[in-house]
């Protein structure tokens, strides 16, 4: 399958002010030739690539004209697949793309799987593993700051941290498999033997320092999932409008409006989030409301951090300690709200001994605000407070190469473990060979990442992800 010619449409379904029909492979120019008609008489198929070539798209059956088009030809090895690529760049609209490829089908190429232009950039070595995985992540950037995540793994920058613990590695295994091959002497000097097991520890001190940043790594690429808890009218969909900036949830004064779960992505601090308006926790006779209520306690559940809002005003009541017990085990931040009305209507110290922080101080996992929503009062201050839960006031997305994978970071855990466990044979005087095990299963975590050893059945699930046409 990897020397037929494929093609498939590039651009998003739907209408648009251009289409395009991507085709890859040894038949990608004989193929256009026969449906293009240059509106000059130039010799397109033997001239450079990297050209615009204005002309037709022509039904070579019928002779009908079929859209009006710029075409590219960028040819092999210096194109995103390492093949002959055309690009028949089109009108936008459904019927007339359908059109094209229908013809680029018919002359010989075949629809390309979803995914299969970016796999055969990788397979062709234009790409590793990483970076072809950076391409999705590019395009699904929900922030700026995701988009530089994307980048920096698509330019290399994970792949080339890799390649270092990779290659010392490589070197560690190569030292000690002469030692095996080679025994003039019994015993390993003590002198070699330090010097090795400091290399394993700095292999896997890397490894650790790579993990560190993993998950802010997995918000920037798929968001942080953001609950927003509370009784009825505390202000949770007054919240949710605020730090959307737009009037999305319906917001009234009869309690138990929001019955169902509202989700939206907003940009925070550049992180994306998740947010999820629940409907208030209360016991309740209405069937509908009731199902809300569940759906509620599940989303907690599932949620990476919980906001839960009191209401000043009404003061702390029964149900609102129920939340906060419910919010107990999770990442939260608490929001007084409504201090426009009654500044004193809720004191901190209450809820942080409700949240178990007693001592005064500020709760690691449950910081305390006081906020008025209606009045944007605090506002600022929550989003700082959420970007800090995030990162731990440490690093942010300009300073550090992230593992945003769950794949990338399976392996470097259990790159890490098998360095670890090295390190023991080697210090517990076991058989050279026991630690050569290790370093090889590490090595292999390593190529699992970029692709240097990757399995077919694992290559199948990542670029099932992709779109056709990429």
Not at 109 to 138: C, H, K, S, W
Not at 268 to 276: I, K, S
Not at 307 to 312: E, M, N
Not at 345 to 361: F, K, S
Request: charged share 25%.
């Amino acid at each position: 399958m990897l020397h037929d010619t494929i093609a498939a449409v590039a651009t998003p379904p739907g209408e648009g002010g251009i289409g395009i029909i991507r085709i890859s492979g040894p038949a990608a120019v004989d193929i256009a030739g026969g449906l293009f008609r240059p509106a000059a008489d130039r010799d397109w198929r033997s001239g450079p690539g990297y050209r615009l070539y204005y002309g037709h798209v022509v039904d070579p059956e019928t002779g009908d004209t079929v859209d009006e088009v710029l075409l590219s030809l960028m040819r092999a090895p210096r194109s995103y697949t390492r093949e002959d690529v055309v690009e028949i760049n089109g009108h936008g609209g459904i019927v007339p793309l359908r059109r094209i490829l229908q013809l680029v089908l018919d002359s010989g190429a075949r629809l390309a799987e979803p995914g299969e232009f970016t796999r055969r950039a990788f397979l062709n070595g234009r790409l590793d593993l990483v970076q072809a995985e950076a391409i999705l992540d590019v395009i699904r950037a929900r922030t700026g700051d995701s988009l530089k995540v994307a980048l920096g793994q698509l330019r290399g920058a994970l792949s080339e941290r890799i390649g270092t613990l990779r290659d010392a590695l490589l070197q560690v295994l190569a030292e000690i498999e002469a030692g095996i091959d080679f025994p003039e002497e019994e015993d390993v000097p003590e002198t070699l033997l330090e010097n090795l097991v400091g290399r394993l520890a700095a292999a896997e001190d890397g490894c650790a320092a790579l993990l560190t940043g993993a998950d802010a790594g997995r918000v920037y690429r798929e968001g942080l999932g953001v609950a927003i808890v509370g009784k009825p009218n505390v202000g949770k969909s007054s919240l949710l409008n605020a730090l959307l900036r737009e009037s999305r949830a319906i917001v009234t004064e009869v309690p138990g409006t929001t019955r169902d779960v509202i989700e939206e992505t907003v940009n925070v601090r550049g992180l994306p989030l998740r947010l999820l308006d629940t409907a208030g926790l209360r016991e309740t006779e209405d069937a509908v409301e009731r199902v809300g209520v569940a759906r509620t306690r599940a989303v907690i559940g599932e949620a990476d951090l919980v906001l839960v809002v009191l209401d000043a005003a009404a003061g702390l009541r029964e149900e609102d300690r129920e939340v906060l017990a419910l919010a107990g085990g999770k990442p939260s931040v608490v929001l007084i709200n409504k201090i426009d009305l009654a500044p004193d209507g809720i004191e901190v110290a209450q809820v942080r001994a409700l949240t178990g922080d007693r001592d005064g101080g500020d709760a690691a996992d449950h910081p305390v605000l006081r906020v008025s929503i209606r009045e944007g009062r605090g506002l600022d201050e929550l989003e700082e407070t959420i970007a800090g839960l995030v990162f731990g006031g440490q690093i942010t997305g300009s300073q550090a190469v992230f593992i945003s994978n769950v794949r990338h970071k399976t392996a470097l855990e259990r790159a890490r473990r098998h360095l670890r466990e090295a390190r023991t044979a080697l210090t517990g005087g076991l058989p050279l060979e026991m630690a050569v095990i290790d370093i090889r299963n590490a090595l292999d975590a390593f190529g699992e990442i970029t692709g240097v050893t990757v399995a077919d059945d694992l290559l199948e699930r990542i670029f099932a992800d992709f779109c056709i046409g990429k």
